[in-house]
């Protein structure tokens, strides 16, 4: 083998070696970076998750317990003596007034229990009522709108796994076949070189 041939062909090994080389550095690096980048990630969306969970605890929690004084009303009176305890704050007390039972009514009446509510609470109570409808709205919307997002966030971590998977199984290899394309290119101009010089 001429000497030319045998350079030619260092110079070729050599230069396959330094992009193998390079490919491996630059699949390390990135390969580092997302680790990093994935790690702070995942640490926010689990803060995230327990807030959620804590939040959907005291929720339950709260709900279990409303739950359990509308089950302790079972009659009309009861309703009336607790439904002054579930009005909003308001400037003056409101008076229930139940009938007294121990009077017979005229066949076919009903017992009219009547709330006593001071002109200064009416603005108030309204304004209350009002606000407990449009919380009614919102949190339908909410509710729909925490559907949304979990479906979103679904599609995003899917988006993310394949990112990872890509990473991995791509980076590397694709700078290898890169590499590999500029060996490949090296040897053919080392091959052309070593023929223009043998004429």
Request: charged fraction near 20%; include cysteine.
């Amino acid at each position: 083998m001429k000497p030319t041939l045998k350079v030619i062909i260092l110079v070729a090994a050599a230069i396959a070696i330094a992009l193998f080389f390079d490919s491996w550095r630059s699949a390390r690096h990135y390969s580092q970076q997302l680790a990093a980048t994935l790690a702070s990630q995942n640490a926010a969306i689990q803060q995230a998750n327990d807030r959620e969970s804590q939040r959907d605890k005291q929720l339950t929690v709260a709900l279990a317990a409303i739950q359990a004084q509308k089950r302790a009303v079972d009659t009309p009176q009861q309703a009336a003596s607790h439904l002054v305890s579930v009005l909003p704050p308001l400037p003056l007390p409101v008076a229930v007034h139940d009938p007294d039972l121990s009077v017979p009514l005229p066949p076919g009446d009903t017992p009219l229990t009547t709330l006593s509510i001071p002109q200064p609470d009416l603005i108030p109570l309204y304004d209350q009522l009002q606000d407990c409808r449009a919380s009614g709205d919102q949190n339908d919307a909410l509710k729909k709108d925490l559907s949304d997002e979990k479906k979103r966030s679904a599609a995003l971590q899917r988006e993310r796994d394949a990112a990872v998977a890509a990473a991995h199984g791509g980076a590397f290899f694709t700078r290898v076949k890169r590499a590999a394309k500029w060996f490949a290119l090296g040897v053919v101009a080392g091959a052309a070189v070593a023929a223009a010089t043998r004429h």
